[in-house]
Nanobody, 120 residues
Framework: VQLQASGGGLVQPGGSLRLSCAAS????????VGWFRQAPEKEREFVAA????????GHADSVKDRFIVSRDNAKNTAYLQMSSLKPEDTAVYYC??????????????WGQGTLVTVSS
């Protein structure tokens, strides 16, 4: 499955953004989707994930109550709705797909990243 993340940009602290992860190739609905991010000079970290059906989701403690992961299998797209953004959310955000729902980074397929910059 090929993944394309989009929706990043520059946003002020407290603002919102919605990232999209468009999939093509293999049947998207068979895969769990995870979102990860990597800030400058930091290791990549888990942000959120959704199971293939969307019924199960997981969010990192640092983004709980601010970020929401979702998916629309009819559109072959997953989303990350980000609200109350903070400067420390600045990072390149990646989406990934896996046959197994997981919060670690052992995903089989990765998209290119989209840069989110939170700054005034």
């Amino acid at each position: 499955v090929q993944l394309q993340a989009s929706g990043g940009g520059l946003v002020q602290p407290g603002g919102s953004l919605r990232l999209s992860c468009a999939a093509s190739g293999r049947t998207f609905s068979k895969y769990a989707v995870g979102w990860f991010r990597q800030a400058p000079e930091k290791e990549r970290e888990f942000v959120a994930a959704t199971s293939w059906s969307g019924r199960s989701t997981g969010h990192a403690d640092s983004v709980k109550d601010r970020f929401i992961v979702s998916r629309d299998n009819a559109k072959n797209t997953a989303y990350l709705q980000m609200s109350s953004l903070k400067p420390e959310d600045t990072a390149v955000y990646y989406c990934a797909a896996s046959s197994t729902f997981s919060t670690d980074d052992g995903y089989e397929y990765w998209g290119q990243g989209t840069l989110v910059t939170v700054s005034s």
